[in-house]
């Protein structure tokens, strides 16, 4: 078992950063591939960003791509979202993830455990 938790959600104005963190629990975090994903009020949960277990594959959505920077630290059993010029349509509930491999997955079927979600809003 997996539990995931995640934190720095907030309001940013358009054009402002913010980092999220997600916090997992358990000895095997570091042999999962993990993930984010963002779900807007009316929409359908969506792929953000992954990473593999080791940290040298990531992979992003094309709506943040090169704009977002996802990270791990399996020494402390976390993982990162950078987020970088961020704009009124990045506004979502983010969501971590730790995916069922090591490896960099984009469905969220591959994923099996899931944390709360943490709330990002941007201004205009």
């Known amino acids: 078992q997996v539990q995931l938790v995640e934190s720095g959600g907030g309001l940013v104005q358009a054009g402002g950063s913010l980092r999220l963190s997600c916090a997992a629990s358990?000895?095997?975090?570091?042999?999962?591939?993990m993930g984010w994903f963002r779900q807007a009020a009316g929409k359908e949960r969506e792929f953000v960003a992954a990473i593999s277990w080791s940290g040298i594959s990531t992979y992003y959505a094309d709506s943040v791509k090169g704009r977002f920077t996802i990270s791990r630290d399996n020494a402390k059993n976390t993982v990162y979202l950078q987020m970088n010029s961020l704009k009124p349509e990045d506004t979502a509930v983010y969501y971590c993830?730790?995916?069922?491999?090591?490896?960099?997955?984009?469905?969220?079927?591959?994923?099996?455990?899931w944390g709360q979600g943490t709330q990002v809003t941007v201004s205009s």
């Open positions: 993830a730790a995916a069922r491999t090591g490896g960099i997955v984009v469905l969220p079927p591959a994923y099996a455990y």
């Open positions: 358990g000895r095997t975090f570091s042999s999962y591939g």
